[in-house]
């Protein structure tokens, strides 16, 4: 179950920042104790891997920040943050089952699964069409002033997400509500601004002021 729920909150992580939960468990996996990847996760502590993770935040990072070029981050995004999911999913998951298997005593290669990568793709993809769902109506209810602002709510609930997912996995279980409940009030939300255009553009039917 801590696999699973090491898996999710990363792969959720992934879905609002590809390369935050990437970093991290790379980072943590070269650097200390915390992690030990799976045999066939290993690039990720790489520090060809890290730098070129490490650069990609750093454009991520910036181009999220500015209005128009956030929703063409978050399209490009569709792909990456999916793909994330799944590489974060199945390598997170690896290394507390090869954690749990070493306390036991038992050899284990950690590669993880094609299951465990497509649940992480699943997952990713459902928080980024959230985030791609909230930054337009963000934008428009602000005139673009609060996407930065949004922005960096988004890296450091990603951020969060992952630091939660690896130290305390159980406490993923608490996200799942919210993340249900973030979905029906956007989806609200956005019907709301469809009927209040809709009722701004409708043209009268009766007749004019002047007509008899």
């Known amino acids: 179950m801590l696999a699973a729920l090491t898996g999710t909150g990363l792969s959720a992580a992934a879905g609002i920042n590809a390369?935050?939960?990437l970093l991290l468990l790379g980072a943590l996996a070269r650097f200390t104790d915390l992690v030990q990847?799976?045999?066939?996760?290993?690039?990720?502590?790489h520090p060809a891997a890290l730098g070129t993770v490490?650069?990609?935040?750093?454009v991520e990072f910036a181009a999220d920040k500015v209005p128009v070029a956030d929703s063409v981050n978050d399209a490009v995004q569709t792909f990456v943050r999916p793909t994330s999911g799944g590489v974060t999913f199945g390598?997170?998951?690896s290394s507390v089952a090869l954690e749990d298997m070493a306390t036991a005593g038992?050899?284990?290669?950690?590669?993880?699964?094609f299951g465990s990568v497509a649940a992480g793709v699943v997952i990713a993809l459902a928080l980024h069409a959230v985030k791609s769902?909230?930054?337009?109506?963000?934008?428009?209810?602000t005139l673009g002033s609060g996407g930065a602002v949004a922005s960096l709510v988004e890296d450091a609930s990603s951020l969060s997400l992952a630091v939660l997912a690896i130290l305390v996995p159980i406490a993923i279980l608490l996200f799942v509500p919210v993340f249900v409940f973030l979905v029906w009030w956007l989806l609200r939300?956005?019907?709301?601004?469809k009927r209040a255009r809709a009722n701004r553009n409708r043209v009268p039917t009766g007749p004019g002021p002047h007509q008899p």
């Open 37 to 45: 990847l799976g045999s066939g996760w290993q690039w990720l502590e």
């Open 54 to 58: 490490g650069a990609l935040l750093t």
């Open 133 to 141: 769902l909230a930054r337009p109506l963000i934008n428009t209810a």
């Open 19 to 21: 390369y935050i939960p």
């Open 106 to 113: 038992d050899a284990v290669s950690g590669d993880g699964s």
């Open 189 to 193: 939300l956005r019907g709301k601004r």
């Open 91 to 93: 390598a997170g998951a």
